[in-house]
């Protein structure tokens, strides 16, 4: 085995191996590999891969967190080992490799996530448990029944909004979303990199609401085949109670079920109860569960 950094001819690999152990996440192959080509900038991202036989067996991707506030927060994304390679030290090894990474950007204070089954792994490695996620799956044959939008608000595709204002309505609606640090600093170029230039960004199905002018609830799509991440669904402080949520992610399903998508798949901090009830109502099941686990880096 070996431990290297990853290059984008490994994305077909890395895609196939998350579909076996994250079957509920939806990041296409064209979307990993702009990831490993061109990272978002600002982040010093960097991603390793365990390799037996020239076979890619596991992957870990580490970069600084520039969506907080907080100074010298680092992440450790994804890393996961195919389940035929395990406890053959696949993990230990990309773990150290993103360790290493994060020292050398001079990360402070660490969030990575683990699936229940790893969180020994994550305890013996100096990592404490934090905050539970849930992800939940929709079948799309057919889409929930759509809603009537309240008098004043129109609902539009991405691809008939600016950019900038989508930016700016996340901001406003990530600030007090329920987060191990707030996600408050999220610049435009990085956003603007990682999300609206992603090519798994489906700008058809994607829905915003505009009421008096401004954007104040959206709902993104990525999509990967017949199967899309709602990677974001928000809405803007002072237009919350309207449901405008419900009916921003509902239009979203609705246009991307007419395009072909047969499962919907998303997830939401335990803590956020109105967007987890959003999802019971719309017809949401459950498949599956993690938890942040944060330590600090010395």
Not at 4 to 29: F, K, S
Not at 156 to 173: Q, S
Request: hydrophobic residues 40%; charged residues 25%; aromatic residues 6%.
């Amino acid at each position: 085995m070996r431990i290297r950094t990853a290059h984008p001819d490994d994305a077909p690999a890395v895609v196939a191996m998350r579909a076996i152990v994250h079957p509920y996440l939806v990041r296409g192959v064209e979307s990993t590999r702009q990831m490993i080509a061109q990272p978002p900038p600002g982040e010093d991202w960097a991603a390793y891969v365990a390799e037996v036989d020239d076979a890619v067996v596991g992957w870990v991707s580490a970069y600084r967190n520039d969506r907080t506030s907080e100074p010298d927060v680092g992440e450790i994304s994804t890393l996961h080992v195919h389940p035929e390679h395990r406890g053959r030290g696949a993990g230990t090894a990309l773990l150290a490799a993103a360790l290493g990474h994060l020292r050398d950007i001079g990360a402070r204070r660490v969030r990575t996530w683990a699936l229940p089954e790893s969180l020994p792994f994550a305890r013996r490695h100096g990592f404490t448990p934090s905050r539970e996620l849930r992800y939940s799956a929709l079948d799309l044959r057919p889409a929930p029944p759509m809603p009537e939008p309240p008098p004043g608000v129109r609902l539009l595709p991405l691809t008939d909004v600016d950019p900038r204002r989508v930016h700016l309505a996340e901001v406003t609606a990530a600030a007090d979303e329920p987060e191990d640090v707030p996600a408050d600093a999220i610049s435009y170029d990085s956003w603007r990199s990682e999300i609206w230039d992603s090519p798994g960004l489906d700008r058809a199905a994607s829905t915003v609401a505009e009421a008096g002018g401004e954007v104040v609830s959206f709902s993104l799509v990525q999509r990967d085949g017949d199967r899309m991440w709602s990677d974001y669904t928000g809405t803007v402080p002072a237009h919350r109670g309207r449901g405008l949520a419900r009916l921003v992610k509902t239009a979203a399903l609705h246009r991307a079920a007419a395009n072909g998508v047969r499962v919907a798949y998303t997830s939401n901090d335990e803590a956020n109860a109105p967007m987890l009830a959003v999802n019971v109502r719309l017809g949401y099941r459950p498949v599956g569960s993690s938890w942040s686990c944060l330590r600090e880096l010395s």
